[in-house]
């Protein structure tokens, strides 16, 4: 079957205003008896689709997913809305890109064109020790001696986040990565600055990432090189579940 994103392209209209969504119903398949994860995937791919990567061939056979067919998986790219990361492997991967941006000022060309292409979030959350506790004053007392120990790493980010878009960093003290996904960062719908909606989504490298499921926002937890594959705008490759 042909298929044609742009004929999938929808306006819905919303007290907070307009919004285009891309209508799984444009395409000739049943998808409601797909189950929910399939449907975030199919999607994904038509929203995708055109892209140079994603082949109407995918988006046909997530269309016609059975239950049999599972037994016979196939692989797919899929574009996660966004990315999160703790200091641990954030921090290399922020090295990375400050390390593109001077390839690029030495090349002659303009350095702030380095940037991630879907939104990053870094949570600073491992590199917490107890020095003081039993006390009010513990926690306060906690995290000023983290700010000492890691002068030098704190100054790199909060540089990255005032250099870079989509880059955004949460301070020490405010929580642990995947708590904070949960009660801050995930909004199960994503919104694009042109208005295009879809549903949010994820990779994150830490394990618990996958905690944010709970929520309806497919997550998966991922090696830093993979993450900083996502960052610049390359999709992660997984197999149709079964």
């Given at each position: 079957?042909?298929?044609?994103?742009?004929?999938a392209?929808?306006?819905?209209?919303?007290?907070?205003?307009?919004?285009?969504?891309?209508?799984?119903?444009?395409?000739?398949?049943?998808?409601?008896?797909?189950?929910?994860?399939?449907?975030?995937?199919?999607?994904?791919?038509?929203?995708?689709?055109?892209?140079?990567?994603?082949?109407e061939?995918?988006?046909?056979?997530?269309?016609?997913?059975?239950?049999?067919?599972?037994?016979?998986?196939?692989?797919?790219?899929?574009?996660?809305?966004?990315?999160?990361?703790?200091?641990?492997?954030?921090?290399?991967?922020?090295v990375?890109?400050?390390?593109?941006?001077?390839?690029?000022?030495?090349l002659?060309?303009?350095?702030?064109?380095?940037?991630?292409?879907?939104?990053?979030?870094?949570?600073?959350?491992?590199?917490?020790?107890?020095?003081?506790?039993?006390?009010?004053?513990?926690?306060?007392?906690?995290?000023?001696?983290?700010?000492?120990?890691?002068?030098?790493?704190?100054?790199?980010?909060?540089?990255?986040?005032?250099?870079?878009?989509?880059?955004?960093?949460?301070?020490?003290?405010?929580?642990?990565?995947?708590?904070?996904?949960?009660?801050y960062?995930?909004?199960?719908?994503?919104?694009?600055?042109?208005?295009?909606?879809?549903?949010?989504?994820?990779?994150?490298?830490?394990?618990?990432?996958?905690?944010?499921?709970?929520?309806?926002?497919?997550?998966?937890?991922?090696?830093?090189?993979?993450?900083?594959?996502?960052?610049?705008?390359?999709?992660?490759?997984?197999?149709?579940?079964?």
């Open positions: 079957m042909t298929i044609d994103p742009a004929s392209r929808a306006s819905l209209q919303t007290s907070a205003g307009s919004f285009t969504y891309y209508r799984l119903s444009s395409l000739a398949t049943d998808v409601e008896r797909l189950p929910v994860t399939l449907k975030v995937f199919l999607e994904n791919a038509l929203r995708n689709l055109g892209n140079g990567v994603v082949r061939e995918e988006v046909n056979q997530m269309a016609g997913w059975t239950a049999q067919s599972a037994d016979d998986p196939h692989e797919f790219p899929f574009y996660p809305a966004r990315v999160l990361m703790q200091d641990f492997t954030g921090v290399p991967a922020a990375d890109l400050a390390a593109m941006r001077s390839a690029m000022a030495r002659g060309g303009d350095p702030k064109k380095i940037n991630p292409l879907v939104p990053a979030d870094l949570v600073i959350d491992h590199s917490v020790q107890v020095d003081f506790f039993g006390s009010d004053q513990a926690f306060q007392l906690n995290v000023e001696r983290e700010y000492e120990r890691n002068q030098e790493r704190y100054a790199l980010l909060r540089w990255c986040q005032q250099a870079f878009e989509n880059f955004r960093v949460v301070p020490p003290g405010r929580g642990i990565v995947h708590q904070v996904n949960l009660e960062l995930a909004s199960v719908v994503h919104r694009r600055p042109d208005g295009t909606i879809y549903p949010d989504s994820l990779v994150g490298t830490d394990s618990h990432t996958t905690m944010v499921n709970g929520l309806g926002v497919l997550g998966w937890g991922v090696g830093g090189i993979e993450a900083e594959a996502v960052l610049l705008g390359q999709p992660l490759y997984l197999l149709t579940p079964e």
